[in-house]
């Protein structure tokens, strides 16, 4: 298993302003995900961020929007850029362990309401 | 695309009562599927992981069981108590890495 900790847990942010949330594992990986949770929602994948390479993104999500960075193999950061109230969601960070990654194993979430 | 849906969306039981939560999925060409838990302000606990060639498994008082043909799964909670009360999520992969999750299922179990 993966132990993953996200900072902030929570935050309320003007519009027009960036956040960026910090995921941290306990152990390497090759792989990780970056999740979106709208209220009343489930959770709709934005990106995909390996070592070394530039984020792949989702259908529907653009990097100039969620830009991603991830320097190593225990580390990713998820900026949410020039934000709006529609941008208030749950986001989640990922990781898969197992063999060929197959479990999913999640942080516990970074609630972000804009203002 | 692969859609997931899962019934009911929200159920509510007496304690001790036996339940079944429902995931179908349109592409049956999954890697694995996984159910999860959520609790209130909270990440996503994992319950179950199903193999794409297993049929079932089992942890405690949950089973999951898979249909791929058929596109479905059901998560079986035997003797709901009431901490079983959160969302359940099904989310299934077709590579093995990225997931496509379901709708939830609220689940309040009344003491």
């Known amino acids: 298993s993966a132990v993953i900790s996200q900072k902030p847990s929570r935050d309320i942010c003007q519009r027009g302003t960036s956040l960026t949330i910090q995921c941290q594992v306990d152990?390497?990986?090759?792989?990780m995900f970056w999740y979106r949770q709208q209220p009343g929602q489930s959770l709709t994948l934005i990106a995909t961020a390996n070592q070394g390479s530039e984020a792949t993104y989702e259908s529907g999500f653009v990097i100039d929007k969620f830009p991603i960075s991830r320097p190593n193999l225990t580390f990713s950061t998820l900026t949410v850029s020039n934000m709006s109230p529609e941008d208030s969601s749950i986001y989640l960070c990922s990781v898969g362990m197992g063999r060929r990654g197959t479990e999913a194993f999640f942080g516990q979430g970074t609630r972000l309401t804009v203002v | 695309k692969q859609e997931v849906t899962q019934i009911p969306a929200a159920l509510s039981v007496p304690e001790g009562e036996n339940l079944v939560l429902n995931c179908s999925f349109t592409d049956s060409a999954i890697y694995n599927l996984q159910w999860f838990r959520q609790d209130p302000g909270k990440g996503l606990t994992s319950l179950l992981l199903?193999?794409?060639?297993?049929r079932e498994q089992t942890s405690g008082r949950l089973n999951a069981s898979l249909d791929k043909s058929s596109g479905r799964s059901t998560l079986y909670i035997a003797a709901s108590q009431p901490g079983d009360s959160a969302t359940y999520l099904c989310?299934?992969?077709?590579?093995?890495?990225?997931?496509?999750f379901g709708t939830g299922t609220s689940l309040t179990v009344i003491p």
């Open positions: 152990s390497q990986v090759t792989m």
């Open positions: 199903i193999q794409s060639s297993q």
């Open positions: 989310a299934v992969s077709l590579t093995g890495n990225q997931f496509y």
